[in-house]
């Protein structure tokens, strides 16, 4: 190519990049005008989670996301929700495990999610009680090819309840349990696996 022409071709994509950078420039201006003041500020309250690398995102894996996990996993998360067993509301109750805590009006109860996020936690206390040995000596061990972590038992608690998960450690994963549609406690160990659920004290007498 001849000098002069590549001089004039340099100029032309100058000018091209210079017109595209005017064209941005005003968009933005105008997309920032047609915001209104509310939205504004709703926008800049957003929080967003912490992420890893470029488009890899993750939450903290605390007690607020191991009950939500345990909730999706037995209601999808809906506190309205009963099985074809009776169990109850989001996090699926017995019965039995709600007159433990004096709760007998099981319509009430669905309509409660207060009551329904109290009662988790409560059941969540009586089982680390109950099972506060077996988490001593299990916790940090691989039974079955699963590591056995803290929060991995008290959701297997959830679902067998305490007496079955100790009978589970302490034969060393030869006596095993799962309920009516399959899901087991080994299934629970793993799912459910290294949440920190060190806010959740043993409690023998907790109430809602």
């Known amino acids: 190519m001849h000098p002069q022409n590549r001089n004039i071709h340099f100029i032309k994509n100058k000018i091209l990049l210079f017109s595209v950078v005017i064209l941005f420039i005003n968009a933005t201006s105008i997309d ?3 915001v209104s003041k509310s939205e504004a500020v709703a926008l800049t309250k957003l929080s967003f989670p912490k992420s890893i690398g470029n488009d890899i995102f993750y939450l903290e894996r605390d007690f607020v996301a191991f009950k939500e996990a345990v909730a999706f996993k037995e209601s999808q998360g809906k506190y309205e929700t009963v099985n074809t067993l009776g169990y109850l509301g989001k ?3 017995g019965r039995t495990t709600l007159h433990r805590f004096d709760i007998y009006n099981t319509q009430d109860f669905l309509k409660n999610p207060g009551l329904q996020e109290k009662a988790f936690v409560a059941l969540c206390k009586v089982n680390k009680w109950i099972l506060r040995k077996d988490i001593q000596r299990s ?11 803290e929060s991995g038992i008290l959701a297997a608690a959830h679902l067998s309840g305490a007496g079955n ?3 589970f450690l302490r034969s060393y994963g030869s006596q095993r349990f799962s309920d009516a549609y399959g899901s087991s406690i080994q299934s629970y160990l793993k799912k459910f ?5 060190s806010n959740i004290i043993a409690d023998k007498n907790a109430k809602v």
């Open 32 to 34: 920032k005008k047609n």
């Open 91 to 93: 996090y699926q109750f």
């Open 139 to 149: 916790v940090g061990k691989t039974m079955n090819g699963i590591k056995i972590t």
């Open 165 to 167: 998960v100790k009978k």
């Open 193 to 197: 696996a290294d949440y920190n659920v």
